[in-house]
């Protein structure tokens, strides 16, 4: 039984819809459902005119659990593959423990009135999916997601320990806008303005968001400016390989985006604190996601290319050993596609991949689980499979900074 229901209609959905019926030996009956139907309606139509596949499409709030539990008892997937906002993580689980079925996600829980995501949350669901007979799979995306298995991968065939990793995630496309996000906006900004946080000798150490930054030359993409910033798979990966002594995490972004990200934060716009505007309560930060850019429709301008990969020092035979494992992926390749840009790509590839191996039984448990403590090496082949093609270099030294 491969039947999925996916839950979202943004650019990442599009993507794992788009493979999912590119590769019907690995799925059966796809359905997509979303609060806004016609959204749903418009990636079926780009499904069909591609590949010729045909999907089913719903509507559904996915902060509604009642709700979400009919939509799953009528279509009866094997799984529920969670596309929609971090704010809906925790629903989406009850909604799939109502009903007997399994559960993924690209992106940890977070709640809408505070800019704080941990997977604390959904860890605390292990029992409870465990005593049922179920299991759901956090964070298949790219990060988090494919970093992390590339952090097993090492592991297993690279280094015999891990003593420090850096996970260094690049955007080098340019969509042509003023300012735009290449993901949910909200959920971007939310992120970015985080103060960063980064793993060292058994403890997290806080430092304000944006202060640190290194240039590091990106295969195919140049010379880019990184910015230390906290993400999600830090926490499952300092738990699941405890050696690590430490882990940071990088993201490039260019002047222009900082510079109007700095001004929309002066002025109040970036703000999660409800506003009075007009007799009624508004919340600047959707406000401004609702006057940005759609990230699902910049994949016609963006050109250029992303480079996300993990650089981890260990040893190896007893000798020190740096290696880099990483991905190049093409906007306007991913584009042609799927119809989406390559970050959006990045994401809803691993998805595919996860929801894959979940339904062919390579990864199997029950309980909650990270994208680390499943064996790496068929997410990995896959990869190279679907789009997403890595490579491995040995490095001359370790990071200087």
Request: net charge negative; glycine share 8%.
């Amino acid at each position: 039984m491969k039947d999925v229901l996916v839950i979202g209609a943004g650019g990442v959905s599009s993507v794992a819809v788009h493979k999912m019926a590119k590769n019907p030996e690995l799925f059966g009956k796809v359905t997509l459902a979303s609060r806004r139907k016609f959204k749903c309606d418009a990636i079926a139509q780009s499904v069909k005119e591609r590949f010729g596949a045909t999907i089913d499409t719903a509507e559904v709030d996915a902060d509604d659990v009642d709700a979400t539990a009919r939509l799953i008892d009528q279509v009866k997937p094997k799984l529920l593959v969670n596309l929609a906002l971090p704010y809906q993580d925790l629903n989406l689980m009850e909604a799939c423990l109502k009903t007997g079925v399994d559960y993924l996600d690209t992106a940890n829980y977070e709640p809408r009135d505070q800019a704080k995501f941990e997977y604390g949350w959904q860890w605390a669901y292990q029992d409870r999916f465990k005593q049922a007979g179920l299991m759901a799979l956090l964070g298949s995306g790219f990060d988090p997601g494919v970093t992390s298995v590339f952090a097993t991968y090492i592991k297993k065939h690279l280094l015999d320990t891990i003593e420090t990793l850096d996970i260094l995630d690049c955007n080098g496309g340019d969509h042509g806008q003023h300012f735009a996000t290449n993901f949910n906006p909200e959920i971007n900004i939310r992120e970015v303005t985080a103060p960063a946080r980064h793993w060292e000798n058994g403890g997290w150490v806080e430092t304000p968001a944006l202060s640190e930054r290194q240039v590091f030359i990106f295969d195919q993409v140049g010379a880019k400016n990184m910015y230390l910033m906290y993400h999600e798979e830090l926490e499952s990966l300092v738990k699941h390989i405890p050696e690590i002594k430490r882990a940071r995490f990088w993201m490039t972004f260019g002047e222009q985006y900082l510079t109007h990200l700095r001004v929309l934060q002066n002025v109040g716009m970036t703000s999660i604190e409800p506003v009075m505007y007009e007799g009624r309560e508004i919340i600047p930060l959707q406000f401004l996601k609702a006057v940005l850019p759609e990230p699902a429709t910049l994949g016609e301008t963006t050109k250029g290319k992303t480079n996300i990969g993990d650089i981890a020092t260990g040893t190896k035979d007893g000798a020190e050993k740096t290696v880099y494992v990483y991905n190049v992926c093409d906007h306007e390749d991913a584009y042609a596609e799927t119809g989406n840009q390559a970050v959006s790509y990045t994401t809803g590839v691993p998805a595919m991949i996860g929801a894959a191996l979940m339904l062919n039984g390579h990864w199997r448990g029950e309980g909650v689980f990270n994208m680390e403590q499943f064996d790496p090496d068929p997410f990995m082949d896959m990869l190279n499979q679907h789009g997403l093609p890595w490579q491995v270099k040995e490095l001359p030294e370790p990071l200087r900074f």
